[in-house]
């Protein structure tokens, strides 16, 4: 059972890998629960550095070597299964941005955006398949408790920025599959945010997608379980007026790297590492290097 559980939640945690960009944050995927949990809460702590970026016109990362963006969020995940492959979750966190450069330091704290979901699970495995998956439809809601780059922000380079602060809907689909000791998870996801007026400017509607490629592997070493991933994050292209200007796309790629251990049949404590450097190319984009400690609890 323990094992389960840890296979269980590296994919919750992993899953729940953040992005940031100038354009606020968002997660990067979403849960899926796979033991029929009747109550699934997963809390933690995130600290983010940011260290350059990609401008809109060019692939070349300009590291920064005088200016300084630190994020620091507190996460929190609740999910749920309802009845035999159906499952809701709940996720949002409270977000601490801090800045800095040879002209000051500033702090700002918000809430993100809070995303609600509906999973159904479209195609079970019943029986063992050497090929087969089981495969996850979910629908999503974006609800605007983020402060968005269109607010009127105190802070540069978007270091208070916690969400797109729009309402949005979308749709993502999981693909899961067990070779033990192996877990293969393949999810992608798009949400359509729209349209709204701010003080200043009026944005239209885009999109904002991923797609999410994870590894876990569990070890008798003490009962250790190790995830590797990558994920790709992109927002389309925003018209702003009056102004009559276009942002461009961003996108970038984020390495993933983990450690998971079971402190008792319902406690998992965990470490991840997410580094936006590593591989690319990135479009528009700040790019990021961020640290999480994890633990998650699960009723049966």
Partial sequence: MARL?????????????????????????????????????????????????????SDEF?????????????LLNVSSTLVDRHQVFIN????????????????????????????????????????????????????????????NNRLSEGADVTGHGLWGTGIGVTLRKVYFPWTITLQGRTLRLFSKEFE??????????????????????????????????????????????TSGVTQNFSVLGGVQRSISESWVAGINYSDQTLVGPAKNSILNRSLNINFNYNYF
């Fill in 5 to 57: 559980l840890l296979i269980l939640v590296l994919n919750i945690y992993t899953l729940q890998a953040y992005s940031n960009s100038c354009c606020g944050q968002s997660p990067a995927s979403f849960t899926i629960l796979s033991l029929s949990q009747k109550l699934s809460v997963s809390t933690g702590v995130s600290y983010l550095s940011s260290q350059g970026r990609v401008y809109d016109n």
């Fill in 62 to 74: 300009y590291l920064w070597n005088d200016k300084k963006r630190e994020v620091r969020s507190f």
């Fill in 92 to 151: 949002t966190s409270y977000l601490q941005g801090y800045y800095s450069d040879s002209f000051g330091v500033g702090y700002s704290t918000h809430l993100s955006d809070t995303l609600l979901g509906y999973s159904y699970e479209i195609l079970p495995e019943y029986s063992f398949s050497y090929w087969k998956p089981k495969v996850f439809i979910t629908a999503f809601l974006n609800v605007p408790t983020g402060r968005s780059i269109y607010d």
């Fill in 200 to 245: 200043s400017v009026r944005v239209s509607d885009f999109y904002d997608s991923s797609l999410a490629f994870l590894l876990n592997y569990s070890t008798r070493l003490w009962g250790l379980q190790f995830n590797t991933g990558l994920t790709f994050t992109h927002l389309s292209e925003r018209r702003i007026e009056p102004v009559n200007v």
